[in-house]
């Protein structure tokens, strides 16, 4: 089945620090690659997403490429701030049926001042 | 803009009882979802419908019941609530079926059981 494996964390950075949180799946066929952000109390949101290989999704300052070769999707951001403190999710979708999505267990970051 | 809405926000209830959370969205979509996220697991799916009038199983459907009451509405009901089924439940909508719209979450329900 699909699988996608993230680290747990907490992340912990100074402000304007390089963010990178590793994302890896494992998929039949050609799934959609999204990153959501969960702010504390809050639901899950999209924050980007690539629907095919070598697309680069981005939003807010964050970046992700969707590398087939590689099987990966990592988050990148060039200087986070103390807003960005949340969870982030790497998550895919079938390329079939349902529209199944498969989440990973999500990537605390904390940023400090 | 209200996207997906959850009621309650929060709940506490003693093992063995029952109760149901309510789930509306407002942006016609088609697909919706139940999740529950524990600590170190993610998000796991409960149930699912693709569509009004059609609901299947997900993951961790054990204990739990379903209805797609309309196609704004998806509650999900805990029979006789269990302490394992402490968690944050999630509901959220997605579009059309064979696209790759993102899903759309309401804000969760908190629910403990003692």
């Known amino acids: 089945g699909n699988s996608v494996t993230q680290m747990e964390g907490p992340v912990t950075l100074s402000e304007e620090a390089f963010l990178t949180i590793n994302c890896t799946y494992t998929?039949?066929?050609?799934?959609?690659l999204f990153w959501y952000v969960q702010y504390p109390g809050e639901g899950l949101q999209l924050l980007l997403k690539?629907?095919?290989?070598?697309d680069k999704g981005s939003n807010k300052g964050f970046e992700a490429t969707y590398r087939k070769e590689t099987t990966s999707f990592h988050l990148e951001k060039g200087s986070v701030q103390v807003s960005d403190s949340a969870v982030y999710f790497c998550?895919?979708?079938?390329?079939?049926?349902?529209?199944?999505?498969?989440f990973g267990i999500g990537t605390k970051l904390q940023v400090i001042p | 803009n209200a996207g997906v809405t959850q009621t309650p926000k929060f709940q506490v209830l003693k093992t063995g009882q029952s109760m149901t959370l309510q789930c509306a969205q407002d942006?016609?979509?088609?697909?919706m979802y139940w999740y529950r996220q524990d600590p170190g697991m993610g998000l796991r799916l409960i149930y699912y419908?693709?569509?009004?009038?059609?609901?299947d199983k997900g993951e961790v459907p054990n204990g739990y019941n379903v209805s797609r009451l309309n196609k704004r509405e998806f509650s999900l009901r805990l029979e006789s609530a269990a302490p394992s089924q402490t968690s944050v439940y999630f509901c959220?909508?997605?579009?059309?079926?064979?696209?790759?719209?993102?899903?759309?979450f309401g804000d969760g329900t908190r629910l403990s059981i003692l």
């Open positions: 998550a895919l979708s079938d390329s079939g049926g349902y529209q199944k999505v498969t």
């Open positions: 419908s693709a569509s009004e009038g059609t609901t």
């Open positions: 690539a629907t095919k290989a070598d």
């Open positions: 998929a039949t066929g050609y799934p959609s």
């Open positions: 959220a909508s997605s579009g059309e079926l064979y696209s790759n719209q993102p899903q759309h």
């Open positions: 942006m016609n979509h088609n697909s």
